[in-house]
């Protein structure tokens, strides 16, 4: 069994910084891609940075400059360094992560963490 736990959320006021930790535990597995996403009440997640184990990197436009995702490989788990937030940064952010066990890829989520930013 894979678990992704997620840390780092919380409050900060606008302009500040916060950086998202999301680890994966068990055995048996890889790691392909991983991500991080984010979720407004009523709406659907969308990507906010993806990363793939060879490094490659995607950020949604309006996050770029001001979020810097990365991972370490050899423990499993995914960052997201976020600088200059502002109060519509404000959501629930969930890391996703494509890992194999016996030769298949399964799509797992994190229990998410509340960021809110203050104005």
């Known amino acids: 069994q894979v678990q992704l736990v997620e840390s780092g959320g919380g409050l900060v006021q606008a302009g500040g910084s916060l950086r998202l930790s999301c680890a994966a535990s068990?055995?048996?597995?890889?790691?392909?891609?991983m991500g991080w996403y984010r979720q407004a009440p009523g709406k659907q997640r969308e990507l906010v940075a993806g990363?793939?184990?060879?490094?490659?990197?995607n950020y949604v436009d309006s996050k770029k400059g001001r979020f810097t995702i990365s991972r370490d490989n050899a423990k499993n788990t995914v960052y997201l360094q976020m600088n200059s937030l502002k109060p519509e940064d404000t959501d629930v952010y969930y890391c996703?992560?494509?890992?194999?066990?016996?030769?298949?890829?399964?799509?797992?989520w994190g229990q998410g963490t509340q960021v809110t930013v203050s104005s």
């Open positions: 990363i793939t184990s060879g490094g490659r990197i």
């Open positions: 068990g055995s048996g597995f890889s790691i392909n891609a």
């Open positions: 996703n992560a494509f890992v194999v066990v016996s030769a298949y890829e399964y799509s797992y």
